[in-house]
């Protein structure tokens, strides 16, 4: 059978299967909303010794899918109670499948926050508790606050974890039967345990199940995003600040050149002498110049590949990196440390080093610790093949409350950025004339101050909303759905923003009778999922919303991928009108996702390996802790600081070989081989160092038990530490240096051999 044909064959099973998964659901629903009937009659005592009993038999060992029913008509009886909230039929279908560990896509607006309580309830019955990962503290705290009356009601305790809360605080938030918390706060407070030297110093519990809020978001796009527990930061001026005006001295095409994706810049022959000359460093591939090498290629990449108010704002003597996906300020963001470096050098800001790395861990790997994952988006399908191959998750898409009546229209393409500039100017002062909201999504901070001037130009008002002014994020997006607004954008107003048509209920029937929301993108995004997001603000409950997206030949992403599409050598003003074209668009959108996959499956097998490690050496670790392992205070002291003290080592020399590996791709077959081969054999030499020095540091504390004594030998807690993330994607990029062509490889041997024969200077 052709693969397509299997492909198809395979989809319309797969279909199928979910429409009768679906069927059973609505039978299941019919079930609850007669168990909901029966005891709308009872009070509130009557609902709570029904809760009792519950949280009874799932101690007791019973099966959740035998109290679903009840549990989840308890939850609906509760809602409708406490908040006036009665879930519709899909949201119930949705919980259902959410207990059934499937990734749900549920339209924007349906309501993903009480199609949560539902499973969260029923899992909380074990006492084993429940996490509800959300994209960030906001809505961590809001959904805590908003659904808490429900679990109050039915004898469930809820919580909320914020950034810099005290370790009692988040000790008491972990504890209750369901928690509420960002992804990241929840990994990093577990990185704080893994470096807790008594057992009273952690918060987290053993983990039970998870409901990832945004789950495309957490599970995919930052999914390889570590999260990372270091000592304190030093202040510092590196190699880094020459090294950046060196790179500013050199010239595209006659020094350098960039990849067919402009992921990677590297320096030609003429750039390497150039180099050379002005650092006076010798021969820059001679070994004894390789960290100078790498701090180069830092530079290059910072001064040449990193845009200032697209990928990064200054802020006072700070850089804020931007996240690409959404727009906004990425909090605690840093690069990896040899590009932060050299970052801060482009702009002449001093440094931060990392300081000591004592944990690391993704959020991929961070959230498959959890022995039940579910999900739930608005945009899933798209990606359904990586959640599967990844988590093990399967997409289910849940049919909306009312019928979507959003008209997206097809791409309007130009030929080049002016023209596609000059039509969108017009389009949206057009559409503005008739009061007709708008919502234009822009790709940086950059285009989104250059068209609202062109805007203001044009006599339309509008409002910006982008990571130089997110905290007026909140009113901006309120007033988007009023009549007459227009709103620029990055991709903040891409996820988990709510626009509401006509502001409120007072002038809703009027913005729906102009159209609804009219969303328009200024540029097509590496992702599907990213432009489904912006197309999603619109069409909300049944509501009436257009979207269309216009581009050009010249845009970014069509001069990376689309090279036979720019190769036209005429200019026109009016759209281009062509299917086939559009198709290739769309295909470009397909093969860059294919692409960042097989990245990230390439670059696992980089963390993989180093996580396994992990958990093996954190097993033994905690079993120290909570003395599952007999020994006296001063030797489980002391065999937990040199497991920290040796395992931060080991990151650091994986970091090293990490780094620098790409230069093996010169005289090896494959870089991964070679990172496992030296990885394993350094990490099989930590259990005799651990044994080494514990046995060396207690013959010096002659079995004292006094904490005093410990301290004074070293014996003791970080004092200082700090949290933060790498922006592994530019890491990801640099990585791929490891593809060394056979082209370059042999450039560079021909170089090493003739450089002396011809008597080659660094000129």
Not at 133 to 161: C, E, K, Q
Request: net charge negative; hydrophobic share 40%; with cysteine.
């Amino acid at each position: 059978m052709p693969r397509n044909a299997a492909a198809k064959f395979f989809q319309k099973f797969r279909n199928r299967e979910n429409r009768l998964r679906l069927e059973g659901y609505r039978e299941k629903v019919l079930l609850i909303r007669q168990q909901q009937h029966h005891k709308h009659a009872w009070n509130d005592s009557q609902l709570q010794l029904e809760s009792l009993r519950l949280i009874k038999e799932a101690k007791a060992g019973a099966s959740l899918d035998e109290l679903l029913i009840d549990a989840y008509a308890l939850v609906c009886e509760a809602a409708h109670r406490t908040l006036g909230l009665q879930p519709y039929d899909v949201q119930i279908m949705a919980a259902i499948a959410l207990h059934e560990r499937f990734l749900i896509e549920q339209h924007t607006g349906e309501g993903k926050t009480l199609s949560a309580v539902m499973p969260a309830y029923l899992h909380a019955l074990t006492g084993r508790g429940v996490h509800v990962l959300t994209f960030n503290d906001y809505l961590a705290n809001r959904d805590a606050l908003w659904m808490g009356p429900i679990y109050s009601l039915l004898g469930l305790t809820v919580h909320s974890v914020k950034t810099g809360m005290s370790m009692p605080q988040k000790r008491e938030a972990y504890v209750a039967d369901i928690t509420y918390v960002t992804a990241k706060e929840a990994g990093f407070d577990y990185l704080r345990d893994t470096i807790a030297l008594v057992e009273t110093d952690t918060v987290h519990r053993a983990f039970h199940y998870v409901i990832v809020d945004e789950a495309d978001s957490l599970l995919l796009d930052e999914a390889r995003v570590p999260l990372v527990i270091a000592g304190e930061p030093d202040t510092t001026r590196s190699e880094a600040y020459p090294l950046a005006d060196v790179v500013k001295q050199l010239l595209e095409n006659e020094h350098y050149h960039f990849d067919e994706f402009k992921r990677n810049v590297y320096l030609n022959e003429t750039g390497s002498a150039k180099v050379e000359s002005l650092l006076q460093c010798g021969d820059l591939y001679e070994p004894y110049n390789s960290g100078l090498l790498m701090s180069l290629n830092c530079s290059l990449h910072a001064v040449l590949l990193l845009k200032r108010d697209i990928d990064y704002l200054v802020q006072g003597d700070e850089i804020k990196l931007i996240d690409e996906y959404t727009g906004r300020v990425a909090e605690k963001r840093h690069l990896p440390e040899g590009l932060q470096t050299a970052l801060c050098a482009k702009e002449g800001l001093p440094s931060k080093t990392g300081g000591n790395v004592l944990g690391t861990i993704t959020l991929q790997h961070f959230i498959s610790l959890y022995p039940k994952i579910c999900g739930m988006t608005a945009t899933a399908k798209a990606s359904a093949f990586e959640f599967e191959n990844i988590y093990n998750l399967q997409v289910l898409q849940i049919p909306p409350n009312r019928e979507n009546i959003r008209i997206d229209y097809p791409h309007r393409i130009y030929t080049h950025k002016e023209a596609k500039f000059k039509a969108l100017v017009q389009e949206i002062r057009s559409v503005h004339s008739t009061g007709r909201p708008i919502l234009i999504g822009t790709s940086s901070v950059e285009e989104s101050v250059i068209l609202a001037e062109s805007l203001a130009s044009a006599n339309v008002p509008c409002h910006v909303l982008n990571a130089k002014n997110d905290v007026e994020e909140a009113d901006i997006i309120a007033k988007a759905g009023e009549i007459g607004a227009v709103t620029v954008s990055t991709n903040m107003a891409g996820r988990g923003t709510d626009i509401k048509l006509g502001g409120g209920t007072a002038n809703h029937q009027a913005a729906a009778a102009l159209g609804g929301l009219y969303v328009i993108g200024t540029s097509m995004n590496q992702n599907v999922r990213i432009d489904n997001q912006l197309r999603g603000r619109a069409g909300r409950q049944g509501d009436p919303g257009a979207s269309v997206f216009f581009l050009s030949l010249e845009d970014e992403l069509m001069l990376q991928f689309g090279a036979d599409l720019t190769k036209r050598n005429f200019k026109q003003d009016e759209p281009l009108e062509d299917p086939v074209l559009r198709e290739k668009i769309d295909y470009i959108q397909l093969r860059i996702m294919a692409q960042h996959f097989h990245i990230q499956q390439e670059l696992n097998n980089y963390s993989d390996i180093i996580e396994v490690q992990r958990r093996i050496l954190h097993e033994k670790r905690m079993q120290i802790l909570q003395g599952a392992v007999p020994m006296s205070p001063s030797e489980q002291r002391v065999r937990l600081f040199y497991i920290d003290k040796l395992w931060a080592e080991h990151l650091a020399y994986a970091s090293y070989i990490r780094e620098s590996i790409h230069l093996t791709g010169l005289v090896k077959q494959n870089p991964i081989d070679e990172f496992h081969e030296q990885i394993i054999q350094a990490y099989e030499r930590i259990p005799a160092e651990i044994d080494r020095m514990s046995a060396e540091m207690l013959r010096k504390l002659e079995g004292t038990n006094d904490p005093a004594v410990w301290e004074k030998f070293g014996l003791k807690n970080f004092p200082s530490t700090w949290t933060y993330m790498i922006n592994d994607q530019y890491q990801d990029d640099m990585l791929n240096r490891g593809s060394w062509t056979p082209i370059m490889i042999f450039a560079y041997w021909l170089r090493r051999m003739l450089r002396p024969i011809f008597g080659w200077d660094y000129i």
